[in-house]
Each structure stands twice: as C-alpha cells, then as structure tokens.
C-alpha cells in the first residue's frame, strides 16, 4: 500500500473499489488544522469526476497501469483502431475513453494508452493538434483588432470558433481538452 506521499497528477488508485486518474492533488496546512490533501479524480468507467480530501500518510490503493503510445490507424464502428509501433500489434479502443477530444482526431496521430494487463483503461489524445480549416465565412481584411470569434469547420469534422482574419485553408493549433483555438500554423 502507498501512503499520500506516493501520489501525484496522473496517478490511478482505485477509490471505493472503482479504478480512478488523479487530475488535481495539493497539499493544504489551513491555519491551525492538521494538514491533509485535497483530490480531483476522475472515474474511469463513467468519467465522472469527484474530489476527497486524504488525511496525510493516509494509505492508498495505487494501481500499476502501464502507459504506451500508439498510432491511430482508423476509425471502426465506436472503436479506434492503434497500432504499437514496436510490435504492430493493433489494439481496438473505445471512442468514450478519449472524451470530446475524439473529434479533433485523424489518422497517423500518436495518443498515448494505458494498461492494465491487456484491458485498455485509459486512453488520451494529443494535448495539441494542427488541423486545416475546411470552411468558415471569409475575413476581411483589418479584422485583426479584436477579439470576436466566428464559427469554422476543420478537416475531422468539428466545429471550432476561430479569429476572424483566418480563412479557408488555412492550418490552426486546437487544444484537444477544451476544444479552443490557440494559434495559427505558418
């Protein structure tokens, strides 16, 4: 058994029997109260999240999961189908595991998956992605002075809200966690 120490961000204990993904974990000392740690997790099963506070030296349950990155080759029903690029072994896993970032997903990106024993339990999409602007209303030159955003199309489907100077054709990096526009690729 691992004690509160042991934790960290992106960490899986299991937490009343269900396998759960650290997303937050501070250490708090408030005022004159005995110090303890407070904990966003994230279920795997459901995906929902919940927070708990650890008492500190606290033992917990922390579970060995083994993270690989693999290639995602095509999309198969409500299954991706990724490759191990060592051993080219394909591996199918659900599209519910990646969570809203599945749809700035195309062929050939590299995610990263983890295991435990031959079950797939989690899996994560690029952080970033660069994607081709299929359609969106044309700009006008001088619209770069504020900030207002119009709605555009990409080249895997989603829809995105974008600056307005930026045109058909044109390459954008999204962030896959919020779906957000960060920059434009030269």
């Known amino acids: 058994m691992a004690t509160t120490q042991d934790v960290s961000v992106g960490t899986f204990i299991r937490y009343?029997?269900?396998l759960c993904v650290i997303t937050e974990w501070q250490h708090r000392t408030?005022?004159?109260l005995r110090a303890f740690y407070q904990a966003k997790m994230r279920n795997i099963k459901n995906g929902k999240s919940a927070e708990n506070r650890f008492r500190s030296g606290e033992e917990i349950e922390v579970v060995r999961?083994?993270?690989r990155p693999l290639l995602f080759s095509?999309?198969?029903g409500n299954n991706l189908v990724c490759m191990d690029n060592e051993t080219y072994e394909q591996t199918y896993i659900d599209e519910v595991l990646?969570?809203?970032?599945?749809?700035f997903m195309k062929e050939g990106m590299e995610i990263y998956a983890a295991f435990e024993g031959d079950n797939v339990i989690y899996a994560e999409p690029p952080k970033q992605v660069e994607l081709e602007?299929?359609?969106?209303e044309p700009g006008v030159k001088g619209d770069?002075?504020?900030k207002t955003l119009k709605p555009a199309t990409v080249e895997t489907g989603a829809s995105v809200s974008i600056p307005l100077f930026i045109n058909i054709g044109e390459r954008i990096k999204i962030d896959t966690r919020?779906?957000?526009y960060l920059e434009r690729v030269k």
């Open 16 to 18: 009343n029997g269900e």
């Open 30 to 32: 408030p005022g004159n």
């Open 65 to 67: 999961v083994e993270m």
């Open 74 to 76: 095509y999309k198969e």
């Open 98 to 103: 990646f969570g809203d970032g599945v749809k």
């Open 133 to 136: 602007i299929t359609y969106t």
């Open 144 to 146: 770069t002075a504020t």
């Open 178 to 180: 919020t779906g957000e």
